[in-house]
């Protein structure tokens, strides 16, 4: 395949060509929408946001900041992400629209909720 200098459209088309992605590119970016992804932080015994609104297929991430495990257990058992360790995260998706309280197991005293559209 000829370069672009042997073709005569100079070294301005070749910082141009490098400014925008590939056919190919373009096509793979957009075929996949990307779904939103929403953090709730488990800090200082507590779920941060302790409400939280999503819409079904929204990726929901716990991050525990903590310094000891927390659990993140939906009270109808609708998810249950086990312990989630000190500095470790756990992801749920949700698909079924609804409200979802949920606690930690190991302190339950922690309490959030978090409802699907």
């Known amino acids: 395949m000829p370069s672009l200098l042997s073709t005569g459209l100079g070294v301005g ?13 373009l096509a793979d970016a957009g075929s996949v929408p990307a779904q ?4 709730v932080v488990i800090e200082n015994m507590q779920f941060s946001p302790a409400t939280l609104t999503v819409r079904r297929g ?3 991430v716990w991050v525990n900041k903590d310094l000891f495990p927390h659990t993140v257990t939906s009270t109808a058992k609708a998810f249950d992400s086990g312990s989630i360790a000190a500095d470790g995260s756990w992801s749920f ?3 079924k629209a609804g409200s979802y309280p949920y606690g930690c197991t190991f302190h339950p005293t922690m309490k959030a909720t978090i409802t699907v559209q």
């Open 36 to 39: 939103a992804a929403h953090t």
């Open 58 to 60: 929204e990726r929901i």
């Open 93 to 95: 998706t949700p698909h």
């Open 13 to 25: 088309a070749i910082v141009f060509a490098g400014l925008f992605p590939s056919v190919e590119a």
